[in-house]
């Protein structure tokens, strides 16, 4: 069984502006496998949300290929889940009502599933609220429920805890792993903050100067399920270090 979940195949992209081309990639490969969690980190402007909105089929390459589970198609659009850094929940709708929203646009009327869901990601009691009446992080909890409500195994989460405190955005990673190994769901996870992508990742993905041609990738020397403390190890360390020093250089050039 082919257990691709996400695919790159030399992929070029360029934004077009009248005579002015701005290059974004140059031959890019990705491959990322079913159930993996993967995180990209990289300068501003180096290509990661670029990188979101082809997979999303918001845009499309030049050249190359993409694949979702080993198809190739240049209809993406609604075939991944997706979560943004804001929540972009709808202030007029309650909590099951923002949730169920993938399921309506399919036509799907099975809010008795929403509500399974709503207990399993600890939102029992607050169905009826309303965005404005939650917690940065609640709001997350129910956003990433609409995001896994889509129905796609692949999830793509673009920062989405970097607007809050420090104390829960680490509650929230470990939420947000206890999740993913319930649910199996292949992830892809952009980050600027390294400690994040070190302690939730299988793999990190470093985009160096645009245009991008060449991934660096890197193993997270950890096993799971871990805490964060398990951060604290000498080679999970030491990478840091290394990743680090990558992007001092690139702010240096």
């Given amino acids: 069984m082919n257990d691709e979940a996400l695919a790159f195949e030399n ?6 502006s009248g005579k002015s081309r701005k290059q974004i990639l140059k031959g890019v490969d990705l491959n990322v496998r079913r159930g993996e969690f993967v995180s990209i980190i990289g300068a501003s402007g180096s290509g990661k949300s670029t990188i979101f909105r082809l997979i999303t089929g918001l845009e499309n390459p030049q050249s190359g290929e993409i694949r979702l589970a080993g198809k190739s198609t240049n209809n993406r ?4 889940g997706y979560m943004p850094q804001r929540d972009l929940l709808m202030p007029w709708r ?14 799907d009327s099975q809010l008795k599933k929403v509500d399974e869901m709503l207990q399993e990601f600890g939102l029992a009691g607050y169905e009826d609220k309303y965005p404005g009446e939650l917690s940065g992080g609640m709001r997350q909890r129910v956003s990433f429920l609409r995001a896994t ?100 250089k690139q702010t240096i050039l």
């Fill in 94 to 107: 309650t909590v099951r009502e923002n949730a169920a929203l993938p399921l309506e646009i399919k036509g």
């Fill in 149 to 248: 409500l889509a129905g796609s195994d692949i999830l793509l989460l673009d920062e989405p805890f970097s607007a809050l405190d420090a104390l829960t955005k680490l509650f929230m990673q470990e939420w947000l792993l206890e999740q993913w190994e319930k649910e199996k769901k292949t992830i892809l996870f952009i980050t600027h903050d390294i400690s994040e992508a070190l302690f939730l990742s299988d793999r990190v993905i470093v985009l160096g100067e645009s245009p991008t041609q060449v991934l660096e990738e890197s193993v997270v020397p950890l096993g799971r399920p871990r805490a964060h403390q398990d951060a604290d190890q000498p080679e999970v360390l030491k990478l840091k270090e290394t990743l680090i020093e990558r992007f001092r």
């Fill in 77 to 80: 659009l609604g075939q991944v």
């Fill in 11 to 16: 992929v070029s992209f360029f934004y077009q």
